[in-house]
């Protein structure tokens, strides 16, 4: 297993370097500013009791509340979910939202538990957090394995525990919720539908013709199943999807639609009706114009990177970190494009914002009122980048850390370090 961690703070000495951030703030900035770790208890439905590891790493509240997804996921421990929690810090700090950043999870295999026994590992784990969340202070949303569902019972939990007159304040202590439970509308699409508005401004940037073009995404969940469902109304052709249960292709073209149906039935992409089993160097290999990786990190390392086809312009970052230096570094080499993460898959963390927001505010925002703020944020973003992928001739992973960590500077330098 690679420490992610370890390429998160490469990745953030290269940018600071290169702008020559002042030293007393990269100090602060270097290291997580809380990590909460809580090993729990839990009776599952056999009466046996079983004991979790959960994690909350806040990363920096200079910007406002703590926030950042839950993953429920076996590889989950401290190094994770700090990467996990800096990459959040960068990311609202990219698209201009008042939110800090912070990440957790709980080291588990969900596939392993039954529905109840999920629901009392997930409200026990709220329970346990406590104070150490809370709607003005850090907010949870959802990441892998876990969903609207997930949110829904920290929710009840959290409410749970406070006076009965406090509760309707609080429904902002959680985003990623279900509409009836005072979610957002269009919160489940962010992600895909920010990842899919960096394309298409990369495609303006370009000229290149999205009418055309052909695409493969690896994780066919949250984000990658929307991603791929909102490139196809633009004409382009999804030919090749990976998942945990295996990969599967067809040149002539996948109906992502008509995919979602089927993993929503069998649990995974394999066993697609019109599509051919093949293995994971053979997707890599795939010949199409735009990849989207949207499930885990690592993946386009040293070993695998040169396996991309020459006719690959983009990758567009759905997953967090996905690429690692080497990948970095090869991607450039073959002169293939980057949406990196931290701008390409804020989307989510910008709805939860707009979630936040209608929830403190009693408002229910319309798809298109959504919609068009999302987009806002997203290209202001991608512009941002751009310039200062311009100004500081740097590839455009360290450009965005360079927007990131500029904005930090400057809120940093006003308000001073106490005392
Ligand atoms: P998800 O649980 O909905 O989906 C994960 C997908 O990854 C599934 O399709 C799963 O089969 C696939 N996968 C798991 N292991 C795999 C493997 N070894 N090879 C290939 N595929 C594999 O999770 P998600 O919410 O879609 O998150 C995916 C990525 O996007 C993560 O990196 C997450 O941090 C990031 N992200 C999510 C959000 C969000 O709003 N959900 C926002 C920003 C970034």
């Given amino acids: 297993m690679r420490n992610v961690y370890g390429t998160v703070i490469r990745q953030f000495d290269r940018a600071a370097d290169r702008m020559g951030l002042d030293p ?32 909350r790493v806040q990363h ?3 910007l406002g509340p703590f926030k950042g997804g839950l993953r429920f996921h076996p590889a989950v421990e401290i190094n994770e979910v700090r990467a996990l929690a800096t990459w959040m810090t960068w ?31 997930t409200r026990r784990f709220a329970f346990s957090l406590g104070a150490n969340i809370g709607p003005e202070y850090d907010i949870p949303a959802p990441d892998v394995n876990t969903n609207a569902q997930t949110m829904a019972w920290i929710l009840d939990t959290y409410l749970s525990t406070l006076p009965p007159g406090d509760r309707h304040r609080a429904l902002h202590v959680v985003t990623g919720k279900p509409v009836e439970a005072g979610g957002s509308i269009g919160r489940d699409k962010a992600t895909g539908q920010g990842v899919v508005y960096c394309i298409e401004r990369w495609a303006q940037d370009r000229s290149f013709d999205l009418s055309n073009a052909t695409y493969f995404v690896q994780g066919f969940g949250n984000v990658g199943s929307w991603t791929a469902r909102l490139l196809k109304p633009y004409g382009s052709k999804l030919v090749a999807v990976e998942d945990h249960t295996g990969a599967i292709a067809n040149p002539a073209g996948i109906d992502p639609d008509e995919l979602s149906v089927h993993v929503a039935q069998h649990g995974g992409v394999a066993g697609f009706s019109g599509t051919e089993a093949i293995d994971h160097e053979a997707f890599l290999r795939t010949q199409a114009d735009i990849f989207v990786p949207a499930a885990l990190e690592n993946q386009l390392t040293a070993e695998t990177t040169p396996w991309l086809d020459v006719k690959v312009k983009v990758i567009a970052e759905g997953a967090n970190g996905p690429t690692d230096l080497d990948g970095d570094a090869i991607l450039d080499e073959k002169g293939i494009d980057l949406l990196p993460d931290i701008l390409c898959n804020a989307g989510g963390v910008v709805v939860s914002y707009f979630e936040w927001l209608q929830n403190k505010r009693s408002e229910f925002w319309d798809l298109d009122e959504v919609d068009g703020k999302l987009r806002r944020r997203i290209m202001g973003g991608y512009d941002r980048v751009r310039a200062a992928a311009d100004e500081f001739d740097v590839d455009w992973r360290t450009a965005a850390y360079i927007v990131a960590l500029a904005r930090l500077e400057r809120l940093y330098k006003r308000r001073g370090i106490f005392p």
């Fill in 60 to 62: 920096n509240d200079a």
């Fill in 24 to 55: 007393s703030i990269r100090k602060i900035l270097s290291v997580p500013m809380n990590e909460v770790v809580i090993n729990f208890p839990v009776k599952m439905d056999d009466g046996r009791i079983e004991m979790f590891a959960g994690y």
């Fill in 91 to 121: 990311k609202s700090a990219i698209v201009d939202i008042p939110f800090g950043g912070a990440k957790g999870g709980i080291q588990c295999d969900p596939s392993l538990y039954s529905e109840s026994e999920m629901q009392r590992i």
